[in-house]
């Protein structure tokens, strides 16, 4: 029998995930680059139904643009202010309506737990496409995925983790991916935007050794493959004064990159705001856009695989 180790299931934390299943994913995108830019009938008859209560750009159009070239088709919201919550509906109540009409549901929420609560309410898979400030497990597959195809490899790699590591899901997530790899982590930010303990102290439970900063070194930099960038991620901050505490107070140019490798990579989650220096697209380290593409080839092998 051909193992299908996604079939049917639900993806809410990449913690979920082996490292022989993430590594299944990353062989499907690949097998699946071909139709990325045409269009196929392996998902056809199935429906996938979005109701996303954050904003989102590429999270949605990714998964709307995965679902219609594997022919498949797309309902959902993106605004419940038009749905019946606005009367008063339960999120649970609303995705059991919801999974009458789709095969698969992806839910973002600004509340940890929202696509699990939903998993546990209906009978078809959902994806979790970010929950608050703690997970967002596809975004740390693309990662991953990019990091693979760029260099070829993740184990034995240093990734530098620069900006807000704070409130940061995509940060949580891919270095939570990560712990199946044998990576070296360098986590570089400002003070007050500086890892939570609790995920250090697991790390330091785990025998993971990491170098924290807060101040781009140049010997930092020189030690990378990876450079990972984040925004500040300004609605996460309870109080406003502390928002403004920190904005500005990171970006990076191509001068920290002087002495960098010359195959370092610079990935992004995007969106931008003003943390990576627009100078740096041009140049060969900037992969942010390149890893736009890889997501829609992880979403399109995520879908395929769970739904077939
Ligand atoms: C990320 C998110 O929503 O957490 N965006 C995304 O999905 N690419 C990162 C961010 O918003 O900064």
């Known amino acids: 029998m051909v193992s299908k180790p996604l079939h049917g299931r639900d993806v809410i934390s990449i913690r979920d995930l082996s490292k022989y299943e993430v590594i299944s994913i990353f062989e499907e995108a690949n097998g699946l680059e071909r ?9 056809r008859g199935k429906m996938m139904a979005f109701m996303f209560f954050e904003p989102s750009t590429r999270t949605k159009l990714s998964f709307e ?8 088709d797309v309902i959902g919201f ?18 059991r309506v919801i999974e009458n009409y789709a095969d698969i549901i992806v839910v973002r929420h600004p509340y940890e737990g929202a696509a699990k609560a939903i998993a546990e309410a209906v009978h078809v898979p959902v994806i979790n496409a970010g929950s608050g400030a703690l997970s967002h497990p596809t975004q740390a597959l693309i990662d991953m995925y990019s990091i693979w195809r760029e260099k ?11 900006g807000d590591l704070k409130y940061s899901r995509s940060v949580r997530s891919l270095i939570n991916g990560l712990l199946n790899f044998k990576v070296n982590f360098v986590f570089v930010s400002p003070e007050p935007l500086k890892l939570k303990e609790e995920v250090k102290e697991e790390l330091g439970l785990l025998g993971i050794e990491y170098a924290e900063h807060t101040m781009l070194t140049e010997e930092a930099v020189r030690a990378a493959d990876v450079i ?3 925004r500040i991620q300004r609605e996460r901050f309870a109080d406003p004064m502390e ?3 920190v904005r500005g ?13 010359e ?15 627009v100078e740096l697209d041009k140049t060969p380290y900037a992969k942010y856009f390149k890893q736009v593409f890889y997501g829609l080839l992880v979403r399109m092998a995520l879908l395929k695989m769970i739904l077939t």
């Open 35 to 43: 139709y990325a830019r045409s269009k196929t009938d392996l998902l």
């Open 65 to 72: 643009a995965a679902m219609k070239r594997l022919g498949g």
């Open 78 to 95: 993106e605004e419940p202010s038009t749905t019946s919550m606005a009367k008063g509906e339960s999120l649970i109540d609303t995705a």
């Open 152 to 162: 070829g490899r993740i184990d034995g790699l240093t990734v530098l983790f620069y």
């Open 228 to 230: 990972y960038v984040t």
């Open 243 to 245: 928002y403004e505490k």
């Open 249 to 261: 107070s990171y970006r990076l140019t191509s001068r920290h990159l002087q002495n960098a490798k």
């Open 263 to 277: 195959n370092l990579i610079v990935l992004h989650p995007l969106p931008r705001v003003d943390e990576v220096d």
